[in-house]
């Protein structure tokens, strides 16, 4: 049982790069999260999944986007990127709805130069 | 605008004695407010949480209490210990959820 893990653990790219971030849960969660966290700024939600096969924008979606074909799997895109997404992203998932726990993976830390 | 504030950047007291982290809300639509502990190089981990009809939460060392009228929650670790040591997010439930910026803890031995 790994919980909730994410590929690649550390990546550097160059300004107008792509890439994708995966996160799987062996779970069985319905719920899955992305978020960054930047110094002095916490954790900020950028999108979220309530199922599979859907998709909401959370606090700060601008330059992102996601997919989540399989339940399992949580997958954010980055079309273009931008030194202002130099990061670390975490993503997480819960059983249910807000109120359940939501468990997170260990991080992937992306700089963009 | 940052909706969850957690002043407090850091964090010292001693093994034994009570840590007491805070943390303010400006939005009186949230409704479930939650404490996220973390370790460097690791994901955040739950702690304790509660919501907004009740004004206290016992778990083992930790309480968290949630002071609506003056939209504040805290939490108390008592007593402390070495491995307490963390950063610690408060979070709160509205149409999404916010994290505040964190509160670095180091308790000495």
């Known amino acids: 049982n790994a919980g909730v893990t994410q590929t690649p653990k550390f990546r550097v790219l160059k300004t107008g790069q792509s890439m994708t971030l995966l996160c799987a849960q062996d779970m069985n969660h319905e719920y899955m999260y992305w978020y960054r966290q930047d110094p002095g700024m916490g954790l900020r939600l950028i999108h979220y999944?309530?199922?599979?096969?859907?998709?909401a924008k959370g606090e700060v979606p601008d330059g992102y986007n996601v997919s989540r074909l399989k339940k399992q799997n949580f997958l954010l895109g980055l079309e273009s990127a931008a030194p202002s997404q130099t990061s670390v992203y975490f993503c997480a998932s819960s059983s249910g709805d807000w109120t359940d726990t939501q468990y997170f993976g260990p991080g992937t830390r992306l700089t963009v130069l | 605008d940052q909706q969850v504030k957690q002043n407090s950047p850091s964090l010292s007291v001693q093994e034994g004695r009570i840590s007491i982290l805070n943390c303010d809300y400006t939005?009186?639509?949230?409704?479930?407010f939650l404490w996220y502990k973390k370790y460097p190089a690791e994901g955040p981990t739950f702690l304790i949480s509660i919501s907004s009809i009740k004004d206290k939460n016992e778990d083992g060392r930790f309480t968290v209490f949630l002071n609506k009228s003056a939209k504040h929650l805290s939490l108390h670790i008592v007593p402390s210990q070495p491995g307490d040591s963390a950063v610690y997010f408060c979070?709160?439930?509205?149409?999404?959820?916010?994290f505040g910026a964190g509160t670095r803890l180091t308790v000495k031995p």
């Open positions: 979070a709160a439930k509205g149409n999404d959820m916010r």
């Open positions: 939005n009186s639509m949230f409704d479930y």
């Open positions: 999944s309530v199922g599979e096969g859907t998709t």
